[in-house]
């Protein structure tokens, strides 16, 4: 199947500051990336869609400005969570999906623990 | 909207116990359906999917069966073992390029 990496896996970081977490797609050309967080003992709730070349499409309640979403090229997309504060911790998870259509696969990263202090 | 309701866990089974994991499912239309799962320290991976009614997925022994009537995708397993163990997450799509909705997952430990 098809892999896609996160980095970090892990980062912690004091409030106030910006943290910059990758998704990459390794071997297939995404031109759909998705972002979900993830609380515990809850269900993945998507955060953003960005197609390559355009602008992310957020979902409602996601502020656009805390959480700005980049995705450059068919195998990367970035989220920064800025000015992160302890609210902010949680498990960010990507998923890129090879192409347009009714039944192509989401493919999921491993996720990155974000801790806030 | 759509919305996807699966068994709250933890689920303790021992080895070679037969599991199911119940999810229900509201949406307009006639989505897909999906079960990922997700180990340890990995990322989710599609466990099997069924796209119309009374299709029946199945992978490495799960099994889950598109049941319109009652908006059911109920996930089995004859014989569970250790390798097993796992969150489950129950998943649909609606239509077209629109993302998947997650259930909130179901942590099963199997053991020996």
């Known amino acids: 199947g098809a892999v896609v990496s996160q980095h970090p896996s892990w980062v912690i970081c004091k409030s106030g500051t910006s943290v910059k977490i990758e998704c990459r797609s390794l071997?297939?050309?995404?031109?759909?990336m998705f972002w979900y967080r993830q609380f515990p003992k809850q269900s993945l709730m998507l955060m953003a869609t960005?197609?390559?070349?355009?602008?992310?499409?957020?979902e409602q309640g996601v502020e656009k400005d805390k959480f700005l979403i980049n995705h450059a090229s068919l195998t990367l997309s970035t989220l920064t969570v800025t000015s992160a504060h302890p609210e902010d911790s949680s498990f960010y998870i990507c998923s890129a999906r090879k192409v347009a259509g009714a039944y192509n696969e989401q493919f999921f990263g491993p996720g990155t623990r974000l801790t806030v202090l | 909207g759509n919305s996807v309701t699966q068994m709250e866990g933890p689920v303790t089974l021992s080895e070679e116990a037969f599991l199911t994991i119940n999810c229900t499912y509201t949406?307009?239309?006639?989505?897909?359906l999906f079960w990922y799962v997700q180990y340890p320290g990995e990322g989710l991976q599609l466990l099997l999917k069924?796209?119309?009614?009374?299709d029946k997925g199945s992978n490495k022994g799960f099994e889950a069966t598109y049941r319109k009537e009652t908006t059911s995708f109920h996930l089995e397993k004859g014989s569970v073992q250790v390798s097993d163990s796992a969150v489950y997450f129950c998943?649909?799509?609606?239509?077209?390029?629109?993302?998947?909705?997650f259930g909130k997952g179901t942590r099963l430990s199997v053991i020996a």
């Open positions: 960005s197609n390559e070349g355009s602008k992310a499409t957020y």
């Open positions: 949406a307009t239309g006639y989505p897909s």
């Open positions: 071997d297939f050309q995404a031109t759909t």
């Open positions: 069924a796209t119309k009614a009374d």
């Open positions: 998943a649909l799509r609606s239509t077209g390029n629109t993302p998947l909705v």
